[in-house]
């Protein structure tokens, strides 16, 4: 049995969950709504105030489901509430971060501004010139868009330029020594 798969999910107070056939699923709360399509051969039941997701059999690809579903409508529900954050940190000399509109434009020592417009359902917040916040509902797509901001130049291993997670540790290197 699966670990995450067995346990119930709870829904909070001022949440909505409706489960429709074939496993639709549409989870509305006070920051907005998300809905999903999941895996028909699984079986998602709400009773009273929790959730149950529980597959027909051992097959393999059940398995893997049955805690993929669960972890799915989970974070459906926590985004709905809190919602998600990912904070990054820019770091170098004339590197910095600014906010105009809904666009975010970074200078990352490129001969030109790199500007990126916040994807519908996202924001993108900065504080002071180097921190860039990512909120929003979905954390999927919160997590793809601070991935797309970080792809534009990563952190490198000598001296730690670039866009980093704030969680994130880079490991550095030693460099060259000359020959004397």
């Known amino acids: 049995m699966s670990r ?11 949440v909505t969950v409706t489960i429709s056939e074939d496993n639709y699923v549409t989870v509305k709360g006070p920051k907005g709504s998300l809905e999903r399509q999941l895996a028909p051969e699984l079986s998602i039941t709400q009773e009273g105030e929790e959730i149950i997701v529980k597959r027909p059999n051992d097959l393999k690809r059940n398995k893997a489901l049955h805690g993929l579903s669960r972890t799915l409508i989970h974070n459906m529900v926590v985004g709905v509430t809190n919602g998600y954050e990912k904070v990054l940190e820019v770091n170098g000399v004339g590197y910095k971060a600014a906010k105009q509109g809904n666009k975010l434009v970074l200078s990352l020592g490129y001969s030109h501004p790199v500007e990126l417009t916040d994807p519908e359902g996202l924001t993108s917040v900065v504080e002071g010139q180097n921190i860039v916040k990512v ?10 868009y601070a991935a797309e901001i970080r792809d534009k130049r990563r952190p490198e291993p000598y001296k730690g330029k670039g866009i980093k997670y704030a969680t994130e540790t880079i490991r550095r290197k030693v460099g060259k020594t000359g020959k004397k």
């Open 4 to 14: 995450i798969g067995k346990l119930p999910i709870a829904v909070p107070a001022g």
């Open 135 to 144: 909120q929003g509902i979905d954390k999927e797509k919160v997590g793809q």
